[in-house]
């Protein structure tokens, strides 16, 4: 676990309110010469009471900070010997859509997938912390496009099952939240049913 120094502290302090964890992370190793997750650093940021203060979407217009890379943001990208780097390699914070239509962002490196997180997920965690286990992000009107805070809604994996299967999923984040409701009564109704017949196995 890294040990945050003072300067290391109000270096994300300074720039929070102007960057995206994913873009400070690239940033931050670059400057202190770390190697941590963007996961790693919110989550220092959360426990230090350091908060972006964003939306956690950009107006429209907005130019992604590695648009261009070099010089991108007043800073330069890390520097890699000629061969060491595969040809699709692209840096920290770097998006890409999925094939379902989803934005994901680049948060660590390496071979594997879990290198890219849901933009969604992480807007999330910025602003609650860590997404527990079982757990998923789902946006509440529908349209995965709107990072608004107050669009992105918390259930388990139960939940969503359920809420597919009844397509509760609503066009506005209170409609949603309905549907969590009535997905929450048709589990626990499940539940009983599946509990009584186990009951009625037994005693035959």
Not at 98 to 121: A, L, M, P, S
Not at 163 to 190: M, Y
């Amino acid at each position: 676990m890294h040990n945050y120094t003072p300067e290391e502290l109000e270096f994300i302090r300074l720039h929070i309110s102007h960057m995206a964890w994913s873009e400070l992370t690239v940033k931050f190793n670059e400057t202190f010469n770390t190697s941590l997750s963007s996961k790693a650093l919110s989550g220092t940021g959360k426990r230090n009471g350091i908060k972006s203060g964003r939306t956690g979407f950009f107006p429209k217009g907005h130019t992604p900070f590695n648009k261009g890379v070099k010089g991108a943001g007043g800073w330069e990208p890390m520097q890699f010997k000629k061969g060491n780097k595969p040809h699709n390699w692209v840096p920290l914070g770097s998006e890409r859509i999925t094939k379902d239509g989803y934005i994901q962002v680049k948060v660590d490196e390496g071979k594997f997938q879990h290198n890219w997180r849901g933009k969604h997920i992480l807007v999330w965690e910025e602003h609650n912390g860590p997404l527990p286990n079982g757990h998923v992000v789902i946006f509440g009107d529908g349209d995965n496009r709107n990072f608004e805070p107050a669009n992105l809604l918390l259930i388990s994996r139960k939940q969503l099952v359920r809420l597919n299967q009844l397509n509760l999923i609503g066009d506005n984040a209170e409609l949603t939240k309905t549907g969590v409701i009535i997905a929450d009564i048709c589990n626990r109704i499940g539940e009983r049913k599946h509990a009584t017949r186990r009951k009625e196995n037994i005693n035959a």
